[in-house]
């Protein structure tokens, strides 16, 4: 049974930097993607980024691409969201998610941690 736990939210201002992490219990990660959701207050959760264990093939949503980057640590099985440039409009909660297949319809989740960015 794979446990993911994310780290590294908080409360920023618009521009400031934030880097997430998703800590991984498992034995092996190999045949897993891996990836970053969030949801703000009164919207559907949203995918932000994935990567594949093997590989490290990333993929990115239009609304952060150029701004977010998705990594990996394999000794560690940690992901890691480095987030730039951050906006008002990446406030929300921030949870990892995983499974085998990579379209997370049965994926494990995370708690989620919170960002928060201020104008």
């Known amino acids: 049974q794979v446990q993911l736990v994310e780290s590294g939210g908080g409360l920023v201002q618009a521009g400031d930097s934030l880097r997430l992490s998703c800590a991984a219990s498992?034995?092996?990660?190999?045949?897993?993607?891996v990836g970053w959701f969030r949801q703000a207050p009164g919207r559907e959760r949203e995918f932000v980024a994935s990567?594949?264990?093997?590989?490290?093939?990333?993929r990115y949503a239009d609304s952060v691409k150029g701004r977010f980057t998705i990594s990996r640590d394999t000794a560690k099985k940690t992901v890691y969201l480095q987030m730039n440039s951050l906006k008002p409009e990446d406030t929300a909660v921030y949870y990892c998610?995983?499974?085998?297949?990579?379209?997370?319809?049965?994926?494990?989740w995370g708690q989620g941690t919170q960002v928060t960015v201020s104008s």
């Open positions: 990567i594949t264990w093997f590989g490290g093939i990333t």
């Open positions: 998610a995983t499974d085998s297949s990579g379209n997370f319809k049965s994926a494990t």
């Open positions: 498992v034995r092996t990660f190999s045949n897993y993607v």
